[in-house]
């Protein structure tokens, strides 16, 4: 189950993580740093990216005195960028010939909040050319469809969030969906603790969500089922329509077997290279379907 890592992540990572262990202390920390790194991979050929992240960001409080949870400023600022724009996005929502599809956009257009695969690339001011754009982000009609079937006929949803600031953009579609399907109960689910930049209780308590929280009690950037606690891993197996954010969660659960809808951008060369599409591609696919699909 899941999109395990090959030889395009250790580059990725490798690279990366030498960069910054460069810039946070002497040589002979970056090489006890990367050392560490190079024997996670060797142990763990079987993990995803996801679950390396979770046990190099221990590195990080280790090697450096890093604080664990190390995007907080980033974390605040998305979330203060995204909140201050919310009434223009939903108007811009409510105005469309189809809301939920333009939420929808919205929602995967978020998903570009994203500090550990893009890093200092994360442009707000890139960001906010972007809104004004939503038709970019087109999504395959088909899964598009599909998922409107599904969810006419669901009593229960779960929406898995992704990042800090992008879990406004989930909650906008959310609140289109209940105004749709006004007796689906929606559940949203976010990080036990501090993964990277991703969303947490206090980030949709920032957002005001107007949905019940639970979080899945651990700190993989990703829905790792193994790792996560009951109430999670039932709420997963028991939801009609499941909505996963982003690549932690679609490289944790795809192949698991449930009724999954997964949105993201694909933002880094092995997604490119397992679903075979270019970089910022728009990707709205469903779980078990033989043929990928996504759009530019």
Known sequence: MGIPMNTLCVKCLINKHIDNAQNLGTQAQANAFVREILRLF????????????????????????????????EKRRSNEYVKERLPRIRQKVQNSEDPIYTALQYAIMGNYIDFSALGKNVSFDTLEQMLEEPEKFAVDKTVYRQFREELSRAETMLYITDNAGEIGFDMVLAEELQKCYVNLKITFCVRGKPALNDAMREDAAFMELPFPVIDNGNDVGGTELSLCNKKTRDAVS???????????????????GYNIFYAFLVKCPRFMEFFKKPFMTTMFIREGQDQICGVM
Request: net charge negative.
């Open 42 to 73: 060797s142990d763990q050929e079987q993990w995803n990216s996801s679950m390396m992240g979770k046990h190099i960001n221990e590195l990080y409080v280790r090697h450096y005195g890093l604080p664990y949870d190390r995007f907080q400023e």
């Open 238 to 256: 028991g939801a009609h329509v499941v909505l996963a954010k982003g690549m932690g969660n679609t490289e944790t659960l795809y192949g698991c």
